[in-house]
């Protein structure tokens, strides 16, 4: 649906006198920050300015409910803010995403968080500048649960964070009901966007000095299974391969049940898909994993990743749930197996945490926490003793990289990622950020290597 909007010109009208500030607290995932980018963009488009956290008016978080310390950071920061509103009643609080998509959740701001403006869950972009101008304006509250996560709004304006890497999503919601997940309920069922829509979108970047493209879906595998005709991922991305000016393709997340032949072929003859695939794991026992409902076996996953470990220079990262409901000794040493035997470039480790609403939370759950902290730290120690013979293979090699900026730690050193998304620093200059460069790799530390641009 095409992004038209009245209430951002009345909100402009507004902020000509009153100049008011934004300041966005993005929670969890990569397509929460993706779209709290859009709703930077219609921010700026009702002509708010972007704020700090000290100086601003509204207050918008993009919350997450994927794991329980994300609904705590959001009320230990509300509880900060009502401080700020009882100091200067020009500052409105506004929350929405994953966590507002929860009818009980919304229950509990309305009854303990009085002071919060408005609360819309996901997918209410339409209808987000017609709130906010009501709260701000008119004095109107919007409190109430309204289920629009099966929206799919088009054209909404963006600001990007970064002036050469840019998001764009591909796919939003999820059929999968993994039985740890929330996600399927609060993101509504899978809408695959356009191919022409996309593939607009990323020429408009190209046009813009984008040069890498992150392609976003909470499993990017199913793009094209609600179209009518035939249209798959790996088609989408042969055709944002002839895209001129964007020169690395990465995405995020595929699942490993939809990982067919014709993808691994696709990212083995391109020359600007990154040489590195997210596959999460999420446990290595056939049983747990069918507890899951992750639809793959321990044997089925371990054989996808080697044949992806055939295209020369890959790396794989995952993700792994270690302590899930009944979770045994046997069965976690079977995710350790796995991991031994890939051999991953990056893991995101995670101890369960149940979600309420979802089938894991009803799950019977008798395994210690202590045990589920040993059973991570086990994890840790394997991965960490794993990685360096990874990054000492890359020494002496030349890499295609996009120079970033100056390193976070050393003014005189500037860093960028390889297509295996290994961080790198080196020498450069300030002419160099937003370029292509080639860099060979002179040594390897843990979490980076070291190299010279070429
Ligand atoms: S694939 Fe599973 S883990 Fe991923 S979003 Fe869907 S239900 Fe959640």
Same mark, same amino acid.
């Given at each position: 649906m095409k992004f038209v909007n009245s209430y951002l010109a009345r909100m402009q009208d507004y902020n000509k006198e009153h100049k008011l500030k934004y300041y966005i607290d993005t929670m969890g995932c990569q397509m929460?920050?993706?779209?709290?980018?859009?709703?930077?963009?219609?921010?700026?488009?009702?002509?708010?300015?972007?704020?700090?956290?000290?100086?601003?008016n509204l207050y918008l978080f993009n919350t997450c409910c994927v794991r329980e310390n994300a609904e705590n950071t959001l009320f230990g920061?509300?509880?900060?803010?009502?401080?700020?509103?009882?100091?200067?009643?020009?500052?409105?609080?506004?929350?929405?995403?994953?966590?507002?998509?929860q009818q009980v959740m919304v229950d509990k701001i309305k009854k303990?968080?009085?002071?919060?403006?408005?609360?819309?869950?996901?997918?209410?972009?339409?209808?987000?500048?017609?709130?906010?101008?009501?709260a701000?304006?008119?004095?109107?509250?919007?409190?109430?649960?309204?289920?629009?996560?099966?929206?799919?709004?088009?054209?909404?304006?963006?600001?990007?964070?970064?002036?050469?890497?840019?998001?764009?999503?591909?796919?939003?919601?999820?059929?999968?009901?993994c039985t740890y997940c929330i996600v399927p309920y609060v993101r509504g069922r899978e809408r695959s966007r356009k191919p022409e829509d996309i593939i607009s979108d990323i020429q408009k970047l190209a046009k813009d000095g984008y040069k890498e493209i992150m392609l976003l879906g909470q499993?990017?595998?199913?793009?094209?299974?609600? *179209? %009518?005709?035939? !249209?798959? #991922?790996?088609?989408?991305?042969? $055709?944002?391969?002839?895209?001129?000016?964007? &020169?690395?393709?990465?995405?995020?997340?595929?699942?490993?049940?939809?990982?067919?032949?014709?993808?691994?072929?696709?990212?083995?003859?391109?020359?600007?898909?990154?040489?590195?695939?997210?596959?999460?794991?999420?446990?290595?026992?056939?049983?747990?994993?069918?507890?899951?409902n992750r639809k793959y076996t321990k044997e089925q996953y371990i054989e996808?990743?080697?044949?992806?470990?055939?295209?020369?220079?890959?790396s794989l990262s995952t993700d792994i749930i270690v302590g899930f409901p009944g979770e045994t000794e046997e069965q976690f040493e079977d995710t350790l197996d796995v991991v031994n035997t890939v051999? *991953? %470039?990056?893991? !995101?480790? #995670?101890?369960?945490?149940?979600? $309420?609403?979802?089938?894991?939370?009803?799950? &019977?759950?008798?395994?210690?926490?202590?045990?589920?902290?040993?059973?991570?730290?086990?994890?840790?120690?394997?991965?960490?003793?794993?990685?360096?013979?990874?990054?000492?293979?890359?020494?002496?090699k030349t890499y295609k990289l996009l120079v970033e900026g100056k390193s976070k730690t050393n003014d005189n050193l500037y860093t960028g990622r390889t297509s295996q998304n290994k961080v790198v620093v080196f020498e450069a200059n300030e002419e160099d950020v937003g370029k292509v460069v080639n860099i060979k790799i002179d040594s390897d530390h843990l979490w980076y290597l070291k190299g010279t641009i070429v």
């Open positions: 929460n920050e993706n779209d709290s980018m859009k709703y930077a963009g219609i921010l700026e488009s009702m002509g708010f300015e972007k704020g700090e956290e000290d100086n601003s920061r509300l509880g900060m803010l009502k401080k700020k509103k009882m100091q200067n009643p020009q500052t409105y609080i506004v929350i929405i995403g994953c966590l507002t998509q303990s968080y009085r002071f919060v403006d408005v609360i819309l869950g996901t997918g209410a972009m339409s209808i987000f500048p017609e709130k906010i101008y009501n701000i304006v008119t004095n109107e509250k919007h409190l109430e649960y309204l289920d629009m996560s099966n929206a799919l709004d088009e054209d909404v304006p963006v600001v990007f964070d970064d002036k050469y890497k840019a998001s764009v999503s591909i796919i939003y919601g999820c059929n999968n009901f499993n990017v595998n199913s793009y094209g299974n609600d *179209f %009518d005709e035939k !249209y798959t #991922f790996s088609m989408l991305l042969q $055709e944002i391969e002839k895209i001129d000016g964007i &020169e690395i393709i990465r995405f995020m997340s595929p699942h490993p049940k939809d990982f067919k032949d014709d993808l691994i072929e696709v990212i083995k003859n391109s020359k600007k898909i990154a040489r590195q695939i997210h596959l999460p794991l999420q446990s290595g026992n056939t049983e747990v994993l069918k507890k899951m996808l990743a080697m044949k992806l470990k055939q295209i020369p220079d890959i051999k *991953f %470039d990056q893991i !995101y480790m #995670f101890i369960y945490s149940p979600r $309420e609403g979802t089938v894991g939370a009803r799950m &019977e759950d008798n395994t210690p926490y202590s045990q589920k902290v040993e059973r991570l730290e086990r994890l840790k120690k394997l991965y960490e003793d794993t990685l360096p013979q990874l990054n000492e293979k890359m020494v002496g």
